[in-house]
């Protein structure tokens, strides 16, 4: 069963920025699909940021320029750099896992952007 464990969300004021991680375990094989999707409350969760083994990304329109995904898929980690945060990145963010067609969620970290 892959775990998938989220650290660095807190309360951060605009402008500022936050990195979030992400740590799979319970697999010896390297994810597909590693990144983030984040839920506000009362919208549905969405896409963020991901990553595949190849290195291609995908980024949601509105974190383009300000927020970059890493991964080191040897160790199924991934990292989420954020800059210029703005109030409407408030949200639950998630990290997501795939293997074999499978989809892993993470707990989920706050990240609030607030003054």
């Known amino acids: 069963q892959v775990q998938l464990v989220e650290s660095g969300g807190g309360l951060v004021q605009p402008g500022g920025s936050l990195r979030l991680s992400c740590a799979a375990s319970g697999t010896i094989f390297s994810l597909y699909r590693m990144g983030w999707y984040r839920q506000a409350p009362g919208k549905q969760r969405e896409l963020v940021a991901t990553?595949?083994?190849?290195?291609?990304?995908d980024y949601a329109d509105s974190v383009k320029g300000r927020f970059t995904i890493s991964r080191d898929s040897a160790k199924n980690k991934v990292s989420l750099q954020m800059n210029s945060l703005k109030p409407e990145d408030t949200a639950v963010y998630y990290c997501?896992?795939?293997?074999?067609?499978?989809?892993?969620w993470g707990q989920g970290t706050q990240v609030t952007v607030s003054s």
């Open positions: 997501i896992g795939s293997l074999r067609g499978f989809d892993y």
């Open positions: 990553m595949i083994s190849g290195g291609n990304t």
